[in-house]
Nanobody, 130 residues
Framework: QVQLVESGGGLVQAGGSLRLSCAAS????????FGWFRQAPGKEHEFVGG????????YYADYVKGRFTISRDVAKNTVYLQMNSLKPEDTAVYYC???????????????????????WGQGTQVTVSS
């Protein structure tokens, strides 16, 4: 099991930027692929993006593509979500998730499913005002 702690959320005006961080501990960082999800009030968890074990592959939901960027820093055991051009509809609690399941499943689309992941952080609130 890996422990995940998100940070970096807050209140920002539309058009602004935030960078979320997800610090991982407890297991070897390179054993995991990661994903970012979000949940708005009254809605299900929604895929935002994913990053592979090496960081060479990234995946994004259409509604954030071109605005959000995922990266990972092995030296810091941290995954980042850079969010630019934020919109009010991006308002949600953002969660980091760690995946240690079958590699084939991840690359064939498993990165987009909340329940495919093994561990999750506590979430960080992002609020975008219009």
């Amino acid at each position: 099991q890996v422990q995940l702690v998100e940070s970096g959320g807050g209140l920002v005006q539309a058009g602004g930027s935030l960078r979320l961080s997800c610090a991982a501990s407890g297991r070897t960082f390179s054993e995991y692929a990661f994903g970012w999800f979000r949940q708005a009030p009254g809605k299900e968890h929604e895929f935002v993006g994913g990053i592979s074990w090496s960081g060479s592959n990234t995946y994004y939901a259409d509604y954030v593509k071109g605005r959000f960027t995922i990266s990972r820093d092995v030296a810091k055991n941290t995954v980042y979500l850079q969010m630019n051009s934020l919109k009010p509809e991006d308002t949600a609690v953002y969660y980091c998730a760690a995946y240690a399941g079958p590699i084939r499943t991840y690359y064939s689309g498993g990165y987009g499913y909340w329940r495919a992941y093994d561990d999750w952080g506590q979430g960080t609130q992002v609020t975008v005002s219009s």
